[in-house]
């Protein structure tokens, strides 16, 4: 059974930063491709940034590029967000998300959750606030 388990949400204040992190379990971490979404207030799920089982590909948000640096280590079965410089509008819930099929441009770019992800954890809070 997939388990996916996010960490270090936080209170920041704005131009802070966070790290989060995501342990995962119940099947081949080595083998996927690893989504972060997030969820804003009022709004529905998107993708902040996805990163290839080997760790050798990376792709951002246009909202985030920059600022966020997504990691793995496949040795440990876990996943990273290193968030810097953060706004009030990053605040949002955060979800470390396995990919269901490997992300293509196009994808990206009509991504929802039915076509991009087939698990997700609880989420961590991120709250951007002065």
């Known amino acids: 059974q997939v388990h996916l388990v996010e960490s270090g949400g936080n209170l920041v204040q704005p131009g802070g930063s966070v790290r989060l992190s995501c342990e995962a379990s119940g099947f081949p971490f080595e083998d996927y491709w690893m989504y972060w979404v997030r969820q804003r207030p009022g709004k529905g799920f998107e993708w902040v940034s996805v990163i290839s089982d080997n760790g050798g590909r990376k792709y951002y948000a246009d909202s985030v590029k920059g600022r966020f640096t997504i990691s793995r280590d496949n040795a440990k079965n876990t996943l990273h967000l290193e968030a810097n410089s953060l706004k009030p509008e990053d605040t949002a819930r955060y979800y470390c998300?396995?990919?269901?099929?490997?992300?293509?441009?196009?994808?990206?770019?009509?991504?929802?959750?039915?076509?991009?992800?087939?698990?997700w954890g609880q989420g961590t809070l991120v709250t951007v606030s002065s």
């Open positions: 998300a396995r990919a269901r099929v490997i992300p293509t441009l196009m994808l990206l770019r009509l991504w929802s959750v039915d076509n991009a992800l087939d698990a």
